[in-house]
């Protein structure tokens, strides 16, 4: 079991100066909604819950995030902005490029991000991201970034009879020589996110794009676009100062703001 000191250990010494609580627990529905239930760790500061399994994890559009016990990492981070952001919407791709950049830090190779929320690993989800934003009557604004990532699910058949229907599954034992520990990388991620969101409160999303440049990849894809009452196909071209996919269409590019994007290349529902 994930043992919160371990995990705690490795986390910088300014990292751990602003982190509230990091909680471990062995069950849990969701750790997104568990931290979405406790009080908001006070302004420039975060809180942190990580569990073993998720029995009502989430993913966007109410989707079940799947992940057999001991197979992954699943873990939540609670952070709250002195003010309100100026491109709420736009957190989850800083939150993205913050976590493929901490399992970079750990020697992971070839990864890429899909607009706007999944890790990508040899054309295999890797792991997801959810965002939730809470507002409170003052004013103050605490935002809660899930991570799920999948670290060995070679032996799992629940993964296996589910893989049709979340499209191809990838893990970092396959794609790492050498494995760290879960609580290295749950360090390193919670570590890496926490900058994310800290310098999203500086300089919003114009500090993430060169990066998601190097990972987007969507980009040059021929995708479908689907979304309540339309359906549309085009090729991808990146994303727009707040966020938005740009998408080239026979009548000219579009922005997408939310919606489904299945990629041309893969097969499965993502």
């Known amino acids: 079991m994930l043992d919160a000191a371990l995990v705690r250990e490795p986390i910088g ?32 500061c975060f809180r942190v819950a990580l569990a073993e399994h998720q029995t009502a994890g989430r993913g966007r559009f109410e989707n079940r995030w799947h992940s057999a016990p001991g197979s992954g990492i699943c873990l939540s981070i609670a952070y709250t902005f002195a003010k309100p952001p100026e491109d709420p919407a736009a957190l989850t791709i800083a939150a993205g490029v ?16 899909k607009w706007p929320n999944d890790i990508i690993v040899a054309d295999g989800k890797l792991g997801g991201i959810l965002t939730e934003v809470h507002s409170s009557a003052s004013g103050i604004r605490t935002v809660v ?13 629940e993964i296996a009879t589910l893989s049709t229907g979340i499209g191809r599954v990838s893990d970092l ?15 390193a991620l919670i570590e890496q996110v926490f900058n994310a969101l800290a310098r999203f409160e500086r300089s ?49 590019r579009r ?16």
Do not use: H, K
């Open 204 to 252: 919003g999303l114009s500090g993430f794009l060169d990066a998601w440049s190097r990972l987007d990849w969507l980009r040059g894809q021929q995708v479908t676009i689907e979304r309540p009452g339309e359906c549309f196909d085009g090729v991808c071209e990146g994303i727009d100062a707040d966020g938005a996919l740009l998408v080239r269409c026979d009548g000219g």
């Open 145 to 157: 970034v899930g991570i799920g990532i999948n670290i060995d699910v070679r032996a799992s058949q």
């Open 13 to 44: 010494d300014s990292s751990q100066a602003r982190l509230t609580a990091l909680e471990v627990f062995p069950e849990i529905e969701s750790t997104n909604s568990y931290l979405l239930g406790q009080e908001a760790p006070p302004p420039g």
């Open 98 to 113: 913050g976590a493929v950049e901490a399992l970079e830090s750990l020697g992971l190779r070839g990864a890429g991000l």
């Open 255 to 270: 922005r997408v703001l939310s919606g489904s994007v299945r990629p041309g290349r893969m097969t499965g529902v993502w």
């Open 173 to 187: 034992a396959s794609a790492l020589p050498d494995l760290p520990s879960r609580a290295a990388i749950s360090a």
